[in-house]
């Protein structure tokens, strides 16, 4: 599918929210003409198109309609869509758990329907826009769909990937899983170090450098061989303190992860006589 050039927008984004901004910033760095529809004024840079309620007449002249509200708004929008003539449009929205039958109530009314998720973290400002370059944007619908997501992630300079409509929660979850509990794992390490009498200041940001070196292990080795501290090395007596000095609630924490790490270890070659003695011991503190 090749994008409509010439008068109107080639994407039209529904929602000034933080995805849709993000996005609405690179296109326009990247030369993409975009229209930003909202439903009340919102504050973007002047030099993005804007468009109130009713958006009718604008989306009809654009070639993606990139729906960036609230998962559960996405069927509402779909539906005030269905007064608009879409039949050139392809429309996705930016959901990573739905799917295109999030937007069923447009079925046969565009060209395509389907869903195009940016893998990051985007609080809509200049730096967000920034980090979708080289981002993966994960995709899925109907061919035409598929095709225009790719121009999309082409345009935006992401990394493009299908995914089948039934794998999104599980895909998504994973996404939670090392995203946001990344930031409730780092919340959890600066009470511990407050605990250990780490000032305050410094209790947020001593464990930023270890996570920068693990991140680049992860990049560098991938998981088996970026593994490093005591569970790898078979240290059950270091594990032992840990969970002696920890609440009952971390302490579940710890046990739970380590049980994660302690397969990783298996992969990367821990005896297995000493993988099953730490086991053993994670096991007895959840
Ligand atoms: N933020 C991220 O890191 C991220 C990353 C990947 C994907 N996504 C996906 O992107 C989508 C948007 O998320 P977000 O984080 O950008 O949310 P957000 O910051 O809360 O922004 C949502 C926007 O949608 C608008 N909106 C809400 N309900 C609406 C409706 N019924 N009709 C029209 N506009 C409506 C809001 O406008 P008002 O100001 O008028 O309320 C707001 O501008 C979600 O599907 C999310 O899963 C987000």
């Not at 109107?8 to 993000?22: E, K, L, Q």
């Not at 109907?142 to 990937?161: E, N, S, T, Y």
């Not at 270890?210 to 061989?225: F, I, K, Q, V």
């Not at 970026?226 to 569970?231: E, K, R, S, V």
Request: hydrophobic fraction near 50%.
């Amino acid at each position: 599918m090749t994008l409509p050039e010439g008068p109107g927008p080639t994407v039209a984004i529904i929602g000034a929210g933080r995805a849709g901004r993000a996005v609405a910033l690179a296109l326009t760095r990247a030369s993409v003409p975009v229209l930003v529809c909202t439903r009340r004024k919102s504050s973007l840079p002047p030099d993005i198109s804007c468009s109130l309620e009713p958006w009718t007449l604008a989306l009809e002249r654009a070639g993606i309609i990139l729906v960036a509200v609230p998962d559960d708004a996405i069927e509402d929008v779909a539906a005030r869509l269905r007064e608009a003539v879409l039949t050139k449009a392809v429309v996705l929205h930016c959901s990573g758990l739905r799917d295109r039958s999030a937007l069923s109530a447009l079925e046969g009314r565009v060209a395509g329907l389907g869903s195009f998720h940016p893998l990051q973290t985007l609080a809509g400002d200049s730096e967000a826009a920034e980090r979708l370059h080289a981002a993966y944007a994960v995709l899925e619908g109907d061919a035409a769909a598929v095709a225009a997501a790719r121009q999309l992630a082409a345009h935006l300079g992401m990394r493009a990937i299908e995914i089948n409509a039934a794998d999104k929660p599980r895909y998504h979850a994973a996404a939670v899983i090392v995203s946001n509990y990344t930031v409730a794992l780092a919340a959890v390490a600066e009470r511990l170090a407050g605990e250990a009498g780490i000032p305050a200041a410094a209790a947020g940001r001593i464990y930023l450098p270890l996570l920068e070196g693990t991140w680049r292990n992860l990049e560098m080795r991938g998981t088996a061989d970026a593994l490093t501290g005591p569970i790898v090395r078979g240290d059950a007596g270091t594990i032992r303190t840990h969970l002696r000095v920890l609440d009952a609630e971390t302490r579940r924490l710890y046990a739970v992860m380590g049980l994660e790490a302690v397969k990783v270890a298996r992969r990367g070659g821990l005896a297995a006589a000493k993988a099953d003695e730490i086991e053993a011991i994670l096991r007895g503190a959840l």
